[in-house]
C-alpha cells in the first residue's frame, strides 16, 4: 500500500505532461480517509497510471492525453447513469445556458449540412435578424475564422462571446450572386421558457412553456396574468418536449395550482442531507381553474413534477404520452482546472409516493425515454381521490394519446435538408404569404416540389422492405428460399418502392412540414407555433375536455 501511493506521487515529480491523471490520482488521497475500500481506489488509479505510461511509451501515434483521459471519464459515468457527466471548462457556459436560457451571442440557432454550417432559425429581434440574416444562410466566415470543415461546436464558440462585441458574419445566400457580409453585435441573448402563449375559443388560455430556467416560473406568471386579463377561464399548458431544468421552479409553478404546504416532491438519496419534502409556500394564484397538461415522452425532470404533482392530487388533467422518466436529482461539484461534474444524488418522488425514475433502462427507447416496462416491475399508487396511478417510470396521462410518427420519406426529406432547402428557395422568390393561421402551399407549389426532389439523389428506405431483406437472408442461411422464391419474388414486387407515388400518399405529411418550414421565413417561431397548432390533435382534445366541465370532472374523480 505504502509502495503503491509513494509510486504515484513519485510519478507526479518525474512527468509533468501527466499532471491531470496526478490531480486524480491525488484526489484520491484524501478519499482513503473516508471510503472503506481506498485500497481498490488507490489500486485502480494506479493501474490507469501505468496504462497511459505504457501507451505513451509504446503506441504507434502520438497519444492525446486530454481526449484520452477525457474518454474514460465520460464512459466511466456513462456505466452509472446517463445524466451523471464530466463538463470540462470548455463547455462550462454551455452549462450555464441550460440553467439561465441566457448567453452572449448573435441569436440564432446553426447546423452542419456536409461541410457547411448553414442558419436555421435567427430569432425575431435578436441580433442575427435585426443584422439581414436570413434561414438558409451557409456561413462561410466569423472575422477571420474559415468555418468549412469546422465543427459545429467550434461555429458556435466563435459566434458567442461578450455583450456589445461585434463579429463580422459573411454568409453564401441562394439567389446571391456573391457572399454578402453582415456586422452584428452580439446581445445578452435570453430564450423565453415561454415563446407563445395566447386566448383560444372558448376563453382557453394555452401556454407553451419550453423549459425550466431561472426566473421562468415569472416568465409564465406574466404570461398567466395576461391571459386572465383577457378573460381566460380555464388553462392549456403545455409541457411537451420540456426537458426540465430547475427544481425550485417546479415548485413555484406548481404552487400556482396548489395550496399553500402542500407537498409536491421528495429526494431521497445515499447521504442524508440529500433526503428533502419539497412544499408549496405561497397560496395558489389559480386555486380553482380547470387545466390540461399536455406532456409526451420529451417531458422529463420538471415536467415530471409538475404534471406529476398535479394528477396526483387531482388538480388538472394530464393528456398526451407517457413522459420520459428522470426522476434522478442532479447536483454539481467543483474539480481541476475549473471543471465541474454533474452527479446523481438522489431520486425524485412525487406526493402519491411514486418515483418517476424509469426502472428499468432496458427497456428504453432510441431516444432515452421510458419504452415497455414488464409488469413485474410496476407498484400501484393512488391520487387523492383514490383514482390508481402507477411508477415504472415517467407520468402515464390520464387521457393517453400516441403521437403519430412521421413516415419514412417524411423523416427522409426532413434529414437530408429538402423541406429545408426548398423552403429557403420559396422564400427567395416571395417577399409576402399570408398569416400562419391561413398559409398553405399550392398544389403547384407541392409539383415544385416533386421536381425539386426529383433533381436530387433523394434515397430512403421503407422499414418493410428492410424487413423484407432480412427474411431473405434468414431463408436463404436456412436452406428455405428456393422453397419460397416465387412467393417472395411476388411479395417484392408490391413492395417495390416507387418515390412519386409515395410522395402522393403522403401528400398532406409531407406538406405539413414544408408549410411550417415556409411560415418561420416569415414569422419566426412564433409562425411555427400558430401553424402547428392548425393540425395539433392533442391540443383538439384538450379543448374538448375544457370545454365540457362534466367530462373534465368525471376524469378526476375515482369511478
Known amino acids: 500500500m505504502k509502495n503503491k501511493l509513494y ?67 465520460d464512459k466511466m459515468l456513462e456505466s452509472l447513469d446517463p445524466y451523471t457527466n464530466y463538463i470540462p471548462e470548455s463547455k462550462i457556459e454551455d452549462f450555464r445556458f441550460m440553467t439561465t436560457g441566457s448567453y452572449g451571442g448573435i441569436g440564432a440557432l446553426i447546423r452542419k449540412t ?16 435585426k443584422a439581414g440574416i436570413k434561414a438558409g444562410d451557409i456561413l462561410l466566415r466569423i472575422d477571420e475564422f474559415d468555418t468549412n470543415g469546422k465543427e459545429i461546436s467550434a461555429i458556435s464558440e466563435k459566434l458567442k462571446g461578450i455583450q456589445n462585441s461585434t463579429l463580422k458574419v459573411v454568409v453564401e445566400r441562394f439567389g446571391e450572386p456573391a457572399p454578402l457580409t453582415f456586422n452584428v453585435v452580439r446581445e445578452n441573448i435570453h430564450i423565453s421558457s415561454v415563446p407563445f402563449y395566447d386566448l383560444l375559443e372558448g376563453n382557453i388560455a394555452y401556454i407553451q412553456f419550453n423549459n425550466f430556467t431561472q426566473n421562468c416560473a415569472q416568465e409564465l406568471k406574466s404570461s398567466i396574468d395576461s391571459l386572465v386579463g383577457r378573460g381566460a377561464t380555464s388553462m392549456i399548458l403545455d409541457l411537451r418536449g420540456n426537458p426540465g431544468g430547475l427544481l425550485n421552479e417546479a415548485i413555484t409553478i406548481s404552487n400556482f395550482f396548489l395550496p399553500k ?49 398535479l394528477q396526483d392530487l387531482d388538480r388538472g388533467v394530464v393528456l398526451g404520452s407517457r413522459t420520459f422518466g428522470k426522476g434522478l436529482v442532479q447536483a454539481t461539484r467543483p474539480l ?3 471543471a465541474q461534474m454533474k452527479l446523481t444524488t438522489a431520486k425524485y418522488y412525487i406526493p402519491s409516493g411514486r418515483c418517476i425514475q424509469a426502472l428499468d433502462y432496458s427497456h428504453r427507447n432510441e431516444d432515452g425515454s421510458v419504452g415497455t416496462v414488464p409488469d413485474s416491475l410496476i407498484s400501484e399508487f393512488t391520487t387523492k381521490n383514490g383514482r390508481k396511478v402507477y411508477d415504472g417510470g415517467g407520468i402515464k396521462p390520464d387521457i393517453d394519446i400516441e403521437t403519430n410518427l412521421l413516415s419514412r420519406i417524411t423523416a427522409g426529406l426532413y434529414v437530408d435538408n429538402y423541406i ?35 433533381k436530387g439523389n433523394f ?18 442461411s436456412e436452406k428455405y428460399y428456393e ?52 393540425h395539433d390533435a392533442e391540443l383538439d382534445s384538450a379543448k374538448v375536455i375544457l370545454n365540457n366541465m362534466d367530462r373534465y370532472n368525471s376524469i378526476l374523480q375515482l369511478n
Do not use: C
Not at 448553414?118 to 425575431?124: H, K, L, N, S
Not at 407537498?263 to 380547470?290: A, C, F, H
Not at 434515397?459 to 431483406?469: A, D, T
Open 7 to 73: 509510486s504515484l506521487f513519485e510519478f507526479t515529480k518525474r512527468k509533468a505532461k501527466y499532471l491531470v491523471i496526478a490531480l486524480i490520482l491525488g484526489s484520491s488521497v484524501f478519499l482513503m480517509s473516508a471510503v472503506d475500500n481506498s485500497f481498490e481506489i488507490v489500486k485502480n488509479l494506479d493501474i490507469l497510471y501505468t496504462v497511459v505510461r505504457e501507451l505513451d511509451a509504446f503506441y504507434v501515434d502520438e497519444i492525446d492525453h486530454g481526449k484520452t483521459i477525457k474518454v474514460g471519464i
Open 114 to 129: 456536409g461541410e457547411n454550417a448553414v442558419v436555421t432559425d435567427p430569432y425575431e429581434g435578436k441580433p442575427a435578424q
Open 261 to 309: 404546504g402542500q407537498l409536491i416532491v421528495s429526494t431521497k438519496g445515499k447521504m442524508k442531507q440529500w433526503n428533502r419534502d419539497y412544499t408549496t409556500t405561497d397560496e395558489p394564484i389559480l386555486p380553482k381553474m380547470p387545466v390540461v397538461v399536455l406532456v409526451n415522452r420529451g417531458s422529463a425532470s420538471a415536467s415530471e413534477i409538475v404534471a406529476g404533482a
Open 336 to 338: 481541476s482546472y475549473k
Open 420 to 454: 429545408f432547402d426548398f423552403a429557403t428557395q420559396y422564400a427567395h422568390k416571395t417577399n409576402l404569404i399570408e398569416s400562419p393561421q391561413q398559409f398553405s402551399i399550392s398544389d403547384n407549389d407541392y409539383t415544385d416540389f416533386i421536381e425539386f426532389v426529383n
Open 459 to 476: 434515397k430512403y428506405e421503407m422499414e418493410s422492405n428492410n424487413k423484407l431483406s432480412q427474411l431473405i437472408k434468414t431463408l436463404k
Open 483 to 534: 422453397i419460397v422464391e416465387d412467393e417472395v419474388k411476388e411479395l417484392e414486387q408490391k413492395m417495390k418502392q416507387d418515390l412519386q407515388k409515395d410522395l402522393m400518399v403522403f401528400k398532406d405529411e409531407i406538406s405539413r412540414l414544408i408549410n411550417e418550414e415556409v411560415i418561420s421565413r416569415y414569422y419566426y417561431q412564433r409562425g411555427r407555433a400558430i401553424f402547428y397548432m392548425r
